[in-house]
Structures are given as structure tokens and as C-alpha cells.
């Protein structure tokens, strides 16, 4: 979905972030749609100066338009970077 550094207090959207393969941006660009068709301000904007509450209520909005199952925030120092997940399957123990 994204990433946030919280020495910025800045969100990058995964669909802006060229390091991020593209097949790993379809839920951030969901969101992109969606809210631009809407008209929702600020949105369309690849870095958006938030605290950490925005970084998962974007998450989660991603979640809702998407379907997914959840979402991930996990991170190291300055940055946290957030996932949506799809299709989970809980296997048997061993």
C-alpha cells in the first residue's frame, strides 16, 4: 500500500514508489481510483504529510475497497512499511 517514515511524518503510496514492483501496486492504485473518481482531495498526491493513525486508516480503506483479508504494518527504525493480503490460507500444523 505504502510506506511511512516517521522522522517525516510522511506517507509514500506504493503506486508512486519505483522501487516497488509494479505487480505489488494493484491495491494502492485501487485506492487511487477510487478516490479520484470521488473527487476526494489529496489523494492523488504520491506523498502526503500524515501521522501514523492515517498510515492504517489508509491501509484499511485499502482493505475495504479491495476485499482483502487484512493488512501488515511491519517496519525498522524511521519506516513502516504497510501490505494488504489476499487469499489466506492457514495450513495444518506438522
Request: overall charge negative.
Amino acid at each position: 500500500m505504502g510506506s511511512y517514515v516517521y522522522s517525516r511524518r510522511s506517507w509514500l503510496w506504493a503506486w508512486a514508489n519505483k522501487t516497488i514492483p509494479e505487480d505489488s501496486k494493484s491495491d494502492a492504485k485501487i485506492v487511487l481510483a477510487h478516490m479520484t473518481k470521488r473527487r476526494v482531495a489529496g489523494f492523488d498526491h504520491e506523498e502526503l504529510f500524515v501521522d501514523e493513525q492515517d498510515a492504517w486508516a489508509f491501509a484499511s480503506l485499502a482493505c475495504y475497497l479491495t476485499n482483502a483479508e487484512g493488512a501488515y504494518g511491519g517496519g525498522e527504525g524511521d519506516m513502516r512499511a504497510f501490505f494488504t493480503f489476499h487469499d489466506v490460507e492457514i495450513l495444518p500444523r506438522r
